[in-house]
């Protein structure tokens, strides 16, 4: 787990964050449920958080070192742990004050293997969390995405208009195809189960919505309907109020990828002075990733 | 057995603005205990284990001509449903508007009257409204005056209840505890709470897989005071917390999240400030809300209200 193990003085790392919020919408956009278990890297570039379900899902937040006002690192190698997702959230939770911008310091590992929040701008009313930590489990967390070939395979579409398709797809529910062709440029989002549903993104007619599309050749892979929700059901509202885009990525063998932003800046009213800029600033945004694989069809519908 | 009295416009105002929706949160069912010089509203304190609270209006504050007689020392206790109270209330506030007049005065009195689905005359807590050209009687159902032996019982539950913490300190915003405290509702239901002779104030929640707590320091203390120990301000909330108990100048119990939160519903009742305590042996959390005088700093005495949570465990004190 930690490599300082030799000097337990001196913690893995301690950082300052200046936007509670950022990081909860961040995190809420991986919850899926209210119980979950997830990993925690802590590395030189930043904290990456790691929720898995079934062998078949899994989420990546990268909290880069550029989000936290202070990020002080001293563990060689990436330590890793577990933590509940939902504890850390419903914490991190009670830090957000509304209407005032609140400071926390993170701190890893505590006395007891703990993972350590406070409050550091209200020296008269502290709040503190310590957070049980464990050994993660030692199932391989990495879902190895690789290209599906030379071009990759991917499409941008704005961010609401994602999350509003798949609410739709409640309704056939249980599988969705995911077809992607090149000529006419279109991707196809199809249900089949209660009803049948089509949804087609087209580029050229949809330009404001389909942002970018890169495909060489058509493919179709179907998804459970469960996991593919759950990479929007908890999209935060920042990300569907900035409405940037979502884009989504079929590699090798229909691992999806789907990758969201979500604005971790401070907001920009309370310190002009300071962070005007933030919004526009690419260091303030967390990355979300999501992978889902594919369902393995007794007739595989395959890259044609 | 007699009541008859008018309500007056800062009564109105007082009960339909402010009491009556902070009390209705605290439960729908409340006793309403009236004296020669007094009305209460009380909550849980027959029964034991709910948060108690005690609403007390000197006669003035809520009515004028009033009429009180009863073969119990003029006293009459009843219980009442908060949420048609208040609905009556707001009802004859609409037709007879909120500035009153000697022709269009608010009148509530305690009535008997046969209802269609009764043989026997059921007791009311009668409303009536005269507006310009109508008038409005609602009838609020009560229960059974409470004999003389339950009304001795309500009194010394009253008296029992006016023990006070011997030290106890102003808290925080309440706006900005009950923020913190909702939150707290997704952690766990089992509240810490730690109030020391220095002024901190320290909630903590604790269950297996975290600890999270919020410590309020430097609150301004009323009663039993001590020096804040040199080189505390180094040391993390818990410990400088168990020290503090340690050294017997600090009380700590465990009440419930949801009591808690429940009582930070008074805020509704727009108080100007809250003061938490322990009792003694530590047998209950204390929450005093104080109302001034309004454009004064001066303690309106003509109103009080205060809670007392259940302890669920003596804690470490």
């Known amino acids: ?304 | 057995m007699k009541f008859k009295a008018f309500l007056t416009d800062n009564g109105v105002s007082l009960l339909e603005k402010r009491f009556l929706p902070a009390l209705d949160k605290m439960g729908r069912i409340c006793h309403l205990y009236l004296t020669k010089d007094h009305a209460f509203f009380l909550h849980n304190l027959l029964n034991g284990d709910g948060v108690q609270s005690i609403a007390q209006f000197r006669k003035e504050s809520l009515f004028e001509d009033y009429r009180i007689s009863s073969q119990n020392d003029d006293r009459i206790a009843f219980t009442i449903d908060l949420g048609l109270l208040h609905r009556a209330l707001r009802s004859s506030v609409s037709v007879c508007g909120h500035v009153t007049t000697a022709t269009n005065r608010l009148q509530v009195k305690l009535v008997k009257k046969l209802t269609h689905n009764s043989q026997q005359p059921m007791p009311f807590l009668t409303f009536e409204s005269k507006g310009y050209k109508s008038a409005v009687i609602q009838d609020v159902p009560i229960s059974k005056p409470l004999s003389r032996v339950d009304v001795v019982e309500l009194q010394s539950a009253i008296d029992m209840a006016q023990d006070l913490p011997q030290t106890l300190v102003q808290g925080p915003d309440l706006h900005q505890l009950q923020s913190f405290v909702d939150r707290l509702k997704h952690v766990g239901d089992l509240l810490h709470i730690t109030i020391t002779q220095y002024g901190d104030l320290h909630l903590q929640l604790l269950n297996t897989l975290t600890t999270l707590g919020v410590e309020f320091r430097k609150l301004p203390v009323v009663g039993v005071q001590a020096h804040v120990p040199s080189g505390d301000q180094n040391m993390t909330a818990q410990s400088r917390t168990k020290y503090a108990v340690e050294k017997g100048e600090a009380l700590s119990v465990q009440v419930s999240l949801k009591h808690f939160a429940k009582s930070l519903q008074c805020h509704l009742t727009k108080p100007d400030c809250a003061f938490y305590g322990i009792t003694p042996l530590a047998s209950c959390l204390t929450v005093i809300f104080q109302f001034f005088i309004p454009g004064t700093r001066q303690t309106d005495k003509s109103i009080s209200l205060h809670c007392r949570l259940p302890v669920l465990d003596p804690g470490s004190a």
């Open chain 1, 1 to 304: 787990m930690s490599s300082s193990e030799a000097d337990p003085d001196i913690p893995d790392l301690v950082c300052q964050l200046d936007n509670v919020q950022g990081m909860v919408d961040a995190l809420s956009s991986v919850r899926w449920k209210r119980h979950q278990d997830s990993v925690l890297e802590l590395s030189e570039h930043g904290i990456v958080v790691i929720v898995e379900e079934s062998g078949c899902l899994q989420a990546k937040v990268y909290l880069k070192k550029e989000l936290f006002v202070s990020y002080e690192y001293r563990a060689e190698g990436r330590p890793r742990f577990g933590v509940s997702l939902g504890v850390f959230v419903d914490c991190l939770n009670t830090f957000s004050v509304s209407g005032r911008s609140s400071s926390i310091e993170i701190c890893y590992p505590g006395p007891d293997m703990q993972l350590l929040l406070k409050s550091v701008d209200t020296p008269d009313a502290c709040i503190y969390a310590e957070i049980r930590t464990k050994v993660p489990d030692t199932i391989s967390w990495d879902y190895n995405f690789e290209p599906a070939g030379s071009t990759p395979l991917s499409f941008t579409v704005k961010s609401a208009a994602l999350k509003e398709a798949i609410d739709d797809l409640e309704w056939p529910g249980s599988s969705i195809q995911i077809v992607l062709q090149p000529d006419p440029p279109c991707v196809q989002f199809r249900g089949e189960g209660h009803g049948d549903l089509q949804i087609d993104f087209m580029y050229y007619a949809n330009t404001d919505l389909l942002i970018a599309f890169q495909c060489d050749r058509l493919v179709s892979y179907r998804y459970k309907y469960k996991f593919l929700r759950a990479t929007t059901s908890n999209m935060p509202g920042s990300v569907i109020k900035d409405n940037r885009g979502s884009k989504l990525t079929i590699g090798r063998g229909g691992m999806l990828k789907v990758q969201h932003l979500v604005s971790v800046a401070r907001p920009s009213t309370q310190h002009p002075h300071i962070d005007s800029a933030a919004y526009q600033q690419p260091s303030r945004i967390a990355y979300i990733e999501f992978f889902v694989k594919p369902e393995v069809d007794e007739e595989p519908v395959n890259d044609a």
